[in-house]
């Protein structure tokens, strides 16, 4: 809405992790450098912690983007994976077939795999990303997979990227032997409020911007005070704020365009501190004033207010059927209640009422059961996205890659995260790992995705084993997505 009038080709404060937007100040570049180091030389298992939002993702994308070409990256996407699941799911990842298999086969299977691929001169990493949420015991069963190695190697290198919560798990005793192989860990910090300014207008010009500094140093305090440094926040509430600037036409982004930002926001814990913070002692002194306004006010008064005589009152005056020129006011009847409930009732209520010309996609064409199914366990596919269950945000994805790619290459397939039920994004299947490792590309370069290479043996895998089965529609769902795209 707003590129046009900032001069923009694309949104330069997107939450989504782009490689092109990756600021590499505030030692994010060095830890970088060091993560690529660790990976390509390391003989342990790596660490990456840091608070929500603080941009661990944008790390493991960038690490991905610039591995050399013999190392083969793996995902595990679903961190709530029990102990026997994570085997299966890793197997699938390598594009394994795990169908009625025991455990220990699945166990030899990987090994041969990785054996095979050592040979040919090739390196796997498994990236694991909120680790936090994984279980003591399924954390234990990753330490076991550190142990498959050569006489000199090891033959599966594994990052783990969490929250700090992480680093509580690893503390407890029972999780001593998974702490002492970790050779390196990383820590992402926040923020620093000094380097705020420069990050803010290096996304800009990222984004195509070519004017001067356009932040106010009162916007950027703000700013630096809600986020505490976590660049999620910042580029949320940077991202509303070029928002109000643009609706009040102007350039400059002030103050009070963060604070319609903040008001925005759904940062609640900070968002109120900021508040008690900036309004405690505005509303102590406002108390303050008031009540010498009022001592004032109630001086002057007296002193040109005597008080009046004492009020006598008189037994006529008290309402009484002796006395009807005294009435007193009636308490409303019922017919009155009743009267005004209906009308409150009967009030139309706001709805959410699609505007003009936006068009409904039918979802369920793009969340089948039956086409995951068809899919042969040996091919490829990409992901590109993991979106929330909701079919506003699902409308959303679907008409932004309308504009990008073709539609009925897109799938959807039903995953877990914690509780939540989340959508992970399919972008065609491949017969081959080199078509998808194009196709992979292309979707990075051409539209600034962050693809994955998936086998479709990992995605049946995660489905199957993350009880996602009873997430696809159902008949009765499809007929109303169908008869909400007659509606509009």
């Given amino acids: 809405m707003y590129l046009s009038h900032f001069g923009l080709n694309q949104s330069p404060f997107g939450i989504t992790p782009n490689p092109v937007f990756f600021y590499t100040g505030n030692q994010r570049g060095a830890i970088l450098d060091a993560l690529m180091y660790a990976v390509v030389n390391g003989e342990g298992i790596i660490k990456v912690t840091g608070e929500v939002g603080s941009g661990k993702t944008m790390l493991c994308r960038m690490l991905e983007s610039m591995l050399p070409s013999n190392v083969v990256p793996i995902y595990l996407v679903n961190p709530t994976l029990s102990r026997d699941e994570v085997l299966y799911a890793i197997a699938g990842e390598l594009g394994l077939d ?7 086969d699945v166990i030899r299977d990987v090994q041969n795999d990785l054996i095979a691929k050592h040979i040919e001169g090739k390196q796997v990493v498994l990236l694991i990303e909120e680790a936090q949420a994984m279980s003591l015991e399924t954390l234990e069963e990753i330490r076991l997979f550190s ?15 969490g929250q700090p919560e992480l680093d509580e798990n690893l503390r407890l005793p029972q999780m001593r032997q998974l702490k002492e192989r970790i050779t390196h860990s990383f820590k992402v910090p926040p923020l620093m409020p000094t380097l705020l300014p420069d990050f803010l207008m290096f996304r800009m010009r990222a984004a195509g911007y070519h004017g001067p500094d356009i932040f106010t140093k009162a916007a950027i305090r703000l700013l630096a005070a809600v986020s505490e440094g976590v660049v999620r926040r910042v580029s949320i509430l940077a ?37 008690r913070r900036l309004w405690k002692p505005i509303a102590a002194l406002t108390l303050l004033t008031v009540l010498g306004l009022l001592g004032w006010l ?35 009847s019922a017919a009155m209640v009743d009267e005004v409930t209906a009308a409150t009732s009967e009030a139309p209520r706001p709805e ?12 369920h064409q793009y969340l089948s059961k ?10 490829f596919s990409i992901q590109i996205a993991l979106i929330d269950n909701d079919p506003v945000q699902i409308n959303a994805f679907l008409r932004k890659a309308k504009e990008e790619m073709r539609l009925e290459n897109i ?9 939540i039920v989340r959508l992970g994004v399919l972008y065609s299947v491949y017969t081959t790992r080199a078509e998808a490792l194009s196709m992979k590309t292309r979707l990075a370069d051409e539209w600034g995705y962050q693809p994955r290479l998936r086998t479709i043996a990992g995605i049946k895998a995660e489905v199957l084993h993350t009880q996602s089965d009873d997430l696809w529609p159902k008949a009765e769902d499809v007929v109303r997505i169908g008869e909400i795209q007659k509606q509009h």
Wanted: hydrophobic fraction near 40%; charged fraction near 15%; glycine fraction near 2%.
């Fill in 147 to 161: 142990n498959l190695e050569t006489a000199h190697h090891k033959l599966l290198q594994i990052v783990l990227f």
């Fill in 352 to 363: 959410a009422i699609p505007a003009a010309g936006i068009h409904l996609y039918p979802i």
């Fill in 239 to 275: 991202d509303k704020s070029l928002l109000a600037a643009f609706a009040d036409n102007t350039h400059t982004i002030k103050a009070k365009h963060v604070k319609a930002a903040i008001d925005d926001s759904e940062f609640s814990h900070s968002t109120r501190l900021y508040r």
């Fill in 411 to 419: 799938h959807f397939y039903p995953t877990r995260s914690g509780k």
């Fill in 298 to 332: 109630a001086i002057q008064y007296n002193q040109n207010h005597p008080p009046p005589a004492p009020l006598t009152i008189s037994s006529q005056t008290v309402p009484s059927p002796d006395n009807p020129s005294v009435r007193a006011v009636a308490a409303p």
């Fill in 370 to 379: 039956a086409w995951l199914n068809a899919q042969a366990s040996r091919l």
């Fill in 98 to 104: 795990t169908s009625d298999k025991r455990a220990a």
